[in-house]
Structures are given as C-alpha cells and as structure tokens.
C-alpha cells in the first residue's frame, strides 16, 4: 500500500547546482539537505520544506559522448501547496521570477511558475469557504 510520496525528482543540466541552490534556498525558502555520498557524485542537489523534498538531478551527456540533451518536461510538474499564495507569489516576483495564474482548479487558487532551468511548477492553497 502507498502511504505517501517520498520525494520528486526533477531534472537539471550539468553544472546548474549553484542556479539551482539560489533559487530553491533563497527564492522558495527551502534547505539544502546534504545527498548520501555515494550520490553526491553524481551532481545535483536536494531539497526539503517540512515533508516535502525536491531533488534536482543531472541528466549527464549520453555514453560515448555527445551533448546533454536536459530537457524539462513542460507539463509534468510537482504541485506545491503553500499558505498565503499571494504573498508568496509576491515573493517570487520580487526575486524576478514569473508567475502565471491558472483559475481553473475549482476549490483553490494556483499559479505556476519554473526554475532557473525551466522545471515545471505549481503552487497552490485551498480555498476556503467563508
């Protein structure tokens, strides 16, 4: 039986981990939690608020060579809910990130937004009922 999600694993180039850090640290409020050695490694780098974690892992070049072909999906994406969304909205559009509004979830209020290397996100709050 599944209980709950343990994480979500996102995407991210080679070399994207100091973007990556300034964005999930000083633009979401979330703490860097250190990745077990043997896949630190690897590149990327995890995240954590509360229960909720992101990891961000490097999709490296194929082998035997060539160009990474690091693509975010543009519409998988985690959904994050969040408490007072407009001020947190507000939040990240004062560290110039984009904020896109969607109202056609009903029972919430939503926006989605993407990182420095273009993963897909949602943030959203119920509504409740006054």
């Not at 909205?89 to 056609?104: C, K």
Request: proline share 8%; glycine share 10%.
């Amino acid at each position: 039986m599944i209980t709950a999600i343990d994480h979500v694993q996102l995407a991210a180039p080679p070399g994207s981990e100091d973007r990556l850090r300034a964005y999930y640290v000083d633009v979401l409020g979330m703490t860097e939690i250190p990745k077990p050695h043997v896949l630190a490694a690897r590149g990327g780098c995890w995240f954590q608020a509360g229960a909720v974690q992101l990891h961000l892992g490097v999709e490296a070049a194929p082998a035997g060579g060539g160009k990474c072909h690091c693509r975010p999906a543009r519409k998988a994406h985690p959904g994050l809910r969040v408490t007072d969304i407009e001020r947190y909205a507000a939040r990240l559009q004062a560290h110039g990130t984009q904020v896109e509004w969607d109202g056609n979830l009903p029972g919430h209020r939503r926006f989605y937004s993407e990182d420095p290397v273009g993963n897909r996100l949602e943030f959203l709050e119920p509504v409740t009922a006054v």
